[in-house]
């Protein structure tokens, strides 16, 4: 199992920065995708970002491309979501979720880790970003 905990949510004015932290324990050894998904009031989960913590090849949402920035840091088992020049439609719960890769180091660095819900098994509960104007 591997547990996942979002944190660094909160209310914070258009134009505005936060950065969520996602932190990984359990049996975290397999874990190769860390991805960011975000749910609106009424909408569907969308993925905006994932990482192959493995290869560090990252991917993202053409909608949030340039404003949200992923990254990895190993030794503490997190992985963070930087979001900059927030605008009103990023309010929104935020999630992480993790998929697991079972073969050799070279197989899981090359893996793609989409931004397909359906991939990965792994969930946080959330945590909220409000932006108002």
């Known amino acids: 199992q591997v547990q996942l905990v979002e944190s660094g949510g909160g209310s914070v004015q258009a134009g505005g920065s936060l950065r969520l932290s996602c932190a990984a324990s359990?049996?975290?050894?397999?874990?190769?995708?860390v991805g960011w998904f975000r749910q609106a009031p009424g909408k569907e989960r969308e993925g905006v970002a994932a990482?192959?913590?493995?290869?560090?090849?990252?991917y993202y949402a053409d909608s949030v491309k340039g404003r949200f920035t992923i990254s990895q840091d190993n030794a503490k088992n997190t992985v963070y979501l930087q979001i900059d020049s927030l605008k009103l439609e990023d309010t929104a719960m935020y999630y992480c979720?993790?998929?697991?890769?079972?073969?050799?180091?070279?197989?899981?660095?090359?893996?793609?880790?989409?931004?397909?819900?359906?991939?990965?098994?792994?969930w946080g509960q959330g945590t909220q970003v409000t932006v108002s104007s």
């Open positions: 359990g049996y975290t050894s397999s874990t190769t995708c």
């Open positions: 979720a993790a998929h697991r890769v079972y073969g050799t180091t070279q197989y899981a660095s090359l893996f793609n880790c989409n931004l397909k819900n359906s991939m990965y098994r792994y």
């Open positions: 990482i192959n913590i493995v290869g560090s090849s990252i």
